[in-house]
């Protein structure tokens, strides 16, 4: 006999709400583990490898004139640097929604409390990312293609997006959606930050290495501390449960969604 099971709405599939477990003491372990996740993440080490590219020769101050003469995604100087303040807040909005639409149970209560445990772990990732960039323009100095200011790397507005999106991407592991939307999903919200990263580019307020290393940054940090503080379970798709029954062997599939 075969009990096919998926999980409901109001909690996860482990019986407990989103940011129930948040902690503000996690224990060894999960730090680590949350620690080597955010590295081995492709989010974190695949613009950090290319920030590393765009280091050699002349390839970055290159990229960014074309891109500033060229204007290829966003037209002129000019949308491009509203385009960036816009899909900024998209990548906002998105992780805020996604986080209010993870199961925290039933009870009104009880949600709202879980819900504030969960948003703070999220805004915590969001504010290190955000102290830790602008550490970093600081201690870099180094100028903008436009030659503005000295705060040129890395971008804060690429830090950013990708700090809202990895927030989203995280929640919409708690989301009772199939695969194929969560994929789907994912790569609008990559293409998203992407874009606002992109379009300080092409408004000559950053240089390609500046948007590659804050998304690195902003992966890490922001998966780090989800990870090691919000307290959720591993994500497996499939479990597999066997126990003896009346008529013999009860297997149990569960998927998660």
Not at 4 to 14: A, H, I, K, R
Not at 139 to 147: D, I, L, V
Not at 209 to 215: S, V, Y
Request: glycine share 10%; charged share 20%.
């Amino acid at each position: 006999m075969i009990w096919v099971s998926f999980s409901g709405c109001g909690t996860l599939p482990n019986g407990r709400g989103w940011g129930e477990d948040a902690t503000l003491f996690p224990d060894g372990e999960r730090v680590k583990k949350a620690a080597v996740n955010a590295l081995k993440d492709p989010d974190t080490w695949v613009p950090a490898a290319g920030a590393g590219v765009f280091s050699i020769g002349d390839w970055d101050k290159r990229v960014s004139e074309w891109a500033y003469e060229k204007t290829p995604v966003f037209g002129s100087e000019e949308n491009a640097q509203k385009a960036s303040d816009y899909l900024l807040m998209a990548t906002a909005a998105g992780a805020v929604g996604s986080s209010l639409f993870t199961p925290s149970g039933d009870d009104p209560g009880r949600w709202a409390l879980w819900k504030l445990k969960g948003l703070s772990v999220g805004g915590a990732a969001f504010w290190a990312t955000s102290q830790t960039t602008a550490g970093l323009k600081s201690a870099t100095g180094r100028e903008r293609p436009n030659g503005l200011s000295d705060k040129s790397f890395p971008s804060a507005h690429s830090a950013h997006a990708f700090s809202f999106t990895k927030l989203s991407l995280r929640n919409l592991e708690s989301l009772p959606l199939s695969r194929r939307e969560r994929l789907y999903l994912g790569v609008g919200l990559r293409t998203t930050a992407a874009l606002t990263a992109w379009a300080r580019v092409e408004s000559h307020m950053h240089y390609p290495r500046d948007i590659l290393a804050g998304a690195a940054l902003a992966s890490f940090i922001t998966g780090f501390i989800h990870d090691a503080f919000l307290g959720l379970d591993e994500k497996r798709s499939v479990e597999l449960a066997v126990a003896p029954g009346e008529h013999g062997l009860f297997y149990l599939l569960r998927f998660k969604f």
